[in-house]
């Protein structure tokens, strides 16, 4: 790795890796990593209102899956990051209120007795997507 590396990084990357010992590409990466990978207050404040309010797209079953796989990712990466978990309530109403197809919203709150966590409510929603 440290030798790829040496061949194809220059500025301010290429004097972090001469900085490390020769041979040593994986604390090379760790540099990188924890340069490009923030965890100040406001950059963890800024991935929290993310996962609250994720990114509008269109409301199509195709477009499920994929966005639900990006919002799971920003909260694993939230939770990773910060070092807590992000709770179960916040999980599900989120999820109800912005992630879910606008036409299985009611579903989920007609059958919220028996979904009491946001993996019931996900797998809910797969169940009857794949149904139809």
Known sequence: ?????????????????????????LEA???FYTNCE????????????????PEKIPDLPTEYMPRVET???????????????VDQETLMGVFQSQICPEALRG?????????????YMKAEVENVLLSE
Not at 8 to 17: E, Y
Not at 107 to 119: N, P, T
């Open 38 to 53: 923030p965890r100040t207050t406001g950059h963890n404040r800024s991935r929290y209102v993310a996962i609250l309010s």
């Open 71 to 85: 919002w799971e990712k920003m909260i694993h990466d939230y939770e990773r990051l910060k070092n807590v978990e």
């Open 107 to 119: 579903h989920l709150i007609r059958y919220s007795h028996r979904l009491a966590s946001y993996e």
């Open 1 to 25: 790795m440290y030798y790829l590396l040496t061949n194809i990084l220059d500025g301010s990357a290429a004097v972090t890796l001469n900085n490390v010992q020769d041979g040593n590409g």
């Open 29 to 31: 990466w760790r540099r």
